[in-house]
């Protein structure tokens, strides 16, 4: 049995919208008021639901990137998808004031309970549920080793630019910044090396290619396949 | 109450259910909560495992009369039967119209024989992941293990060679690489419903997590 998840149901409540900011060209954080707080994990994610004045209603899952030490309100940050039916509502329409329907904290296996080393691996928005992660270790085991690789398309993509740390080891697959000494490309086994630890838990969290490679590439590195945690997304 | 929508913004109903056939699937809504996906996502707990059929095996065993293990060819000898119709995901997608063949559990069961006090199995597969389910949710023509997909081999990023695959149930329930069932008289709880999901996980009632 876990305690990342209390037991009885998941109940839906109607958090209010308390700040949002652009967290990237293409996504945006929504710090959420829950007037039935709970406790959480890193790691964790909620389900929103929105209705239409149809009744139509819709879900999606998102991951909290928030630490649990900030009591009373939980952020997500939402990436755009020009298709989606959901995000682009979070992301352009809803306004500090606003309320949505969520539940949570749900999943008890993607979660930090106070392991390290902790080695973190994002790509795109996976860098979410790390940040949360990242985040709280900062705030309760600050003295934990850490390492972050952040794979994403350009510089204009990468979330939470400003937090993820001067050691943080950057990754651009589409095109860096003015300067950057390197032409674009996928992540290396050379990553995974200079970033691996001898022990403790890798956290993977991204779309499924870079999921997949990133699995395959820390196999190769000697991590065993119970230390890697995998939070997979997108369509294959 | 519920907060509905700031009227300038439309809940668009995604494309594939606009051009849903009724000839293949059910073709009206899915599921409560759920959106029609084009794709086949990905979910996976850890490392994509690579399975060889050399290496593959099947058993059934626990309260059984013959427990019983196939290997690759033992298992292609069985009379075969397909699936199609919609699955669906506790991650919200559900897929529309899609099919699957390779052999029923009932195949595999009417060899194996359960006791009479076998009602739950526990599924395992290569890796360690688990799940649970009532027996009575894998008899009677409702699930298969299933080796290939929409005519062509199941692909390893989705169970490949071989998955369970209980489509009237979320779909981790349909465990991947599939390697053994387990009957049992008392429930024990897989990987998924000891980490906050529903045990039985019917889409139609939208039993995602513990409690619903």
């Not at chain 1, 350009?154 to 080891?169: I, K, N, Q």
């Not at chain 2, 850890?46 to 095996?57: D, F, H, I, S």
């Amino acid at each position: 049995m876990t305690d990342a998840t209390p037991p009885g149901a998941i109940t839906w409540q109607v958090a209010d919208v308390v700040a949002a900011w652009a967290e990237s060209s293409t996504a945006r954080t929504l710090r959420l008021h829950l007037p039935e707080p709970w406790t959480y994990l890193p790691g964790q994610h909620v389900d929103v639901r929105l209705t239409a004045p149809d009744g139509y209603q819709a879900q999606r899952s998102y991951s909290i990137g928030s630490s649990p030490a900030d009591e009373g309100s939980i952020e997500l940050t939402i990436q755009r998808l020009a298709d989606g039916e959901v995000s682009p509502y979070l992301c352009d329409v809803l306004e500090v004031g606003d309320q949505i329907e969520l539940r949570g904290p749900i999943g008890g296996y993607f979660v930090w309970r106070g392991e390290r080393p902790v080695l973190l691996v994002g790509g795109g928005s996976g860098l979410v549920p790390l940040m949360s992660i990242l985040r709280h270790l900062r705030r309760t085991a600050p003295d934990a080793p850490v390492r972050m690789i952040a794979s994403v398309r350009t510089p204009g993509d990468l979330l939470y630019s400003g937090e993820l740390g001067d050691d943080a080891r950057l990754i651009y697959t589409r095109a860096g910044p003015p300067g950057w000494a390197e032409p674009p490309r996928r992540l290396r086994p050379e990553d995974i090396a200079a970033a691996a630890f001898d022990e403790g838990p890798a956290y993977v969290c991204g779309p499924t290619g870079f999921v997949d490679r990133a699995a395959d590439l820390l196999l190769a590195a000697g991590y065993p396949a119970d230390q890697i945690l995998t939070e997979r997304f997108g369509p294959t | 109450m519920t907060p509905r929508l700031r009227s300038r913004h439309e809940l668009r109903l995604p494309r594939i259910l606009r051009q849903a056939t009724p000839a293949r699937g059910h073709g009206g809504p899915p599921p409560p909560g759920q959106y029609y996906e084009s794709g086949f996502p990905t979910l996976t707990v850890g490392p994509t495992p690579k399975v060889e059929t050399a290496a593959w095996n099947l058993r059934v065993d626990g309260l059984v009369e013959h427990a019983i293990e196939w290997d690759w060819n033992a298992f292609k000898a069985l009379p075969r039967s397909t699936f199609e119709g919609d699955i669906h995901c506790v991650t919200k997608w559900s897929k529309l119209g899609t099919s699957f063949s390779g052999v029923s559990v009932d195949e595999l069961l009417a060899l194996a024989q359960p006791k009479p006090e076998a009602k739950y199995v526990l599924a395992t597969s290569v890796g360690g992941y688990t799940t649970n389910l009532p027996l009575a949710d894998l008899v009677d023509g409702k699930a298969w293990i299933a080796d290939t997909h929409e005519d062509q081999p199941l692909p390893r990023e989705h169970g490949g060679p071989a998955r369970l695959l209980v489509p009237h149930l979320y779909f981790w329930k349909s465990a991947k690489w599939i390697a053994q069932l387990r009957l049992l008289a008392e429930d024990e709880w897989g990987f998924w419903e000891r980490n906050g999901y529903h045990h039985r996980g019917d889409p139609w009632q939208e039993q995602r997590y513990t409690g619903d």
